[in-house]
C-alpha cells in the first residue's frame, strides 16, 4: 500500500527530531556540571523529619500495642523507650515486630544526673542488653529517663548507642554534634496548667503543627514526645506527657493528609543512622559522561549497625530530563526519578554505602521511535494481527 504525502513527511520530521535529541544526548555540554554529587540532608530528599517517641512501658498488661495501632493506621512507625525492668517482653516483641524501634530508657528509670558512674554504666549497658537479647538487633537508641540528661551520661552513651534523647525543648538541626542531647517538641510550656487538664484536639494539634512547619522551614528534625494516653501522670506534667485518643488520631491524621509527602517520617534510630553515615560518607567520582556516570559511597567508620541507605543527588544534563534513566550498583537495579533543580535536573536515588560502584546511564533513544513502529503511526507493525 503507497503511504501518504503526510506520512513520508511526518516519519521525515520524527527521525530528524530523534537523531537530533540523541546527538543532543551524546554530545551535548551541560549547563550544570554533570557528575556534581552529594547525599541528600534527609532521606529521600525530604524537606524534613519526623519522629514519634513513647516514654515508659505504657499499660502494665499490653504495653504500647494500643499506641503502635495508631500510628500503623497511617503507615507510621515509631520509638518505644522501654523500662527493661519491668517491661511487657512479648507485647513490646509484637511491637518490634511490626516495624517499630525499641530503645533504652534503662533498666530502672534511674535519674542519671544524681547516679554514679558505676550506675549509670549499668543501667545503660544492661538494658542496651535486654533489649538486643530479645530483638536480636542493636539497640542504637538511647532516652534519658525524665529526659535528665549530664554530661557523665552522654559521654557513657557516646561509647554505647548513636543517638540519645532528652526531654529539653526545641527542634533539632540534624548534626551528629547533638545526637547525644537531642530535644523534643512541643516545649513544655504547651503542657498543661493541672495534672488533670487534657489537650483538646485544637490545642495540642495546633501545638504540633507550628512545630512541623518550623522544621520544614529550617530542615530540621522533630522528636515528638509522649508518655499516657486517656490516663493522668502522678509525677508532675512532662511535655507531651498528656493526650486524648481523639487528640492522637487527629494529629496522625493531619500528618498523613498534609506533611507526610514533605517529612522523613521514622524511628528515631533510623533517623541517627542516617546522620552519621551521611557525615561520614565519602563520594568518589570515577568517570562521567553527558550520557553515564560512575561513582562510589563509602563510609569513614565502619560498624554494623550503620546499615542505612543513602538518598544521593546526581547532576544531569538538561538533555536527561524527558530520557529513561537506568541506575545500577553492581548487578543490582536502582529505582530513581528526575527532579528538577536550580540550574536543571538531577537525579535522586537511594545507593547501600559501601555496597560496590553505582552506574547511572541514558537509556539509548532508538526505544521512543520502536515505540512509534508499535504504536502502528506509520501502519500496521509486525505485531499486529
Not at 534503662?106 to 550506675?119: E, G, K, P, Q
Request: charged share 20%.
Amino acid at each position: 500500500m503507497k503511504k501518504p504525502l503526510w506520512a513520508i513527511g511526518a516519519f521525515a520530521a520524527i527521525c530528524c527530531g530523534t537523531g537530533l535529541v540523541a546527538w543532543k544526548a551524546l554530545h551535548e555540554t551541560p549547563k550544570a556540571p554533570f557528575g556534581a554529587i552529594a547525599v541528600a540532608k534527609w532521606k529521600d530528599n525530604r524537606e524534613a523529619a519526623l519522629t514519634f517517641t513513647f516514654d515508659d512501658n505504657g499499660d502494665k498488661q499490653f504495653g504500647r500495642i494500643f499506641e503502635a495501632a495508631l500510628l500503623e493506621e497511617h503507615g507510621f512507625r515509631g520509638t518505644f523507650n522501654v523500662i527493661t525492668g519491668s517491661w511487657p517482653i512479648p507485647e513490646f516483641q509484637s511491637i518490634f515486630r511490626r516495624g517499630h524501634e525499641l530503645a533504652s530508657h534503662t533498666v530502672n528509670h534511674v535519674r542519671l544526673s544524681t547516679a554514679t558512674l558505676a550506675m549509670i554504666t549499668f543501667e545503660l549497658t544492661e538494658s542496651k542488653k535486654d533489649i538486643e537479647q530479645v530483638t536480636g538487633f542493636p539497640c542504637v537508641t538511647l532516652c534519658y529517663p525524665g529526659g535528665d540528661l549530664s554530661p557523665d551520661a552522654q559521654k557513657i552513651a557516646s561509647g554505647l548507642y548513636l543517638s540519645a534523647r532528652s526531654a529539653r525543648p526545641g527542634i533539632n538541626d540534624g548534626d551528629a554534634a547533638e545526637l547525644y542531647r537531642l530535644t523534643v517538641s512541643p516545649s513544655p510550656q504547651y503542657a498543661p496548667t493541672t495534672p488533670k487538664e487534657f489537650w483538646t484536639d485544637e490545642r495540642y494539634c495546633g501545638t504540633l503543627r507550628q512545630c512541623i512547619e518550623k522544621a520544614l522551614a529550617s530542615g530540621g528534625w522533630v522528636i515528638e514526645e509522649f508518655h499516657n494516653m486517656d490516663c493522668y501522670t502522678t509525677s508532675g506534667l512532662n511535655s507531651g506527657a498528656l493526650v486524648t485518643q481523639s487528640a492522637m488520631q487527629a494529629h496522625l491524621g493531619e500528618i498523613a493528609s498534609s506533611y507526610a509527602s514533605r517529612l522523613w517520617i521514622a524511628p528515631q534510630g533510623k533517623i541517627a543512622r542516617y546522620i552519621v553515615e551521611r557525615e561520614a560518607a565519602t563520594l568518589m567520582l570515577h568517570s562521567w559522561t553527558v550520557h553515564s556516570v560512575e561513582f562510589t559511597l563509602d563510609l569513614k567508620k565502619h560498624d554494623s549497625a550503620l546499615d542505612e541507605p543513602l538518598t544521593v543527588l546526581v547532576s544531569a544534563p538538561e538533555a536527561w530530563r524527558n530520557g529513561q534513566v537506568n541506575a545500577a550498583q553492581g548487578r543490582k537495579s536502582l529505582p530513581c526519578r528526575i527532579e528538577t533543580e536550580n540550574q536543571g535536573i538531577r537525579i535522586v536515588l537511594d545507593v547501600d554505602p559501601g555496597g560496590g560502584a553505582i552506574r547511572l546511564a541514558l537509556a539509548p533513544q532508538a526505544s521512543w521511535f520502536r515505540g512509534l513502529l508499535q504504536a502502528g503511526l506509520f501502519g500496521k507493525s509486525k505485531a499486529s494481527p
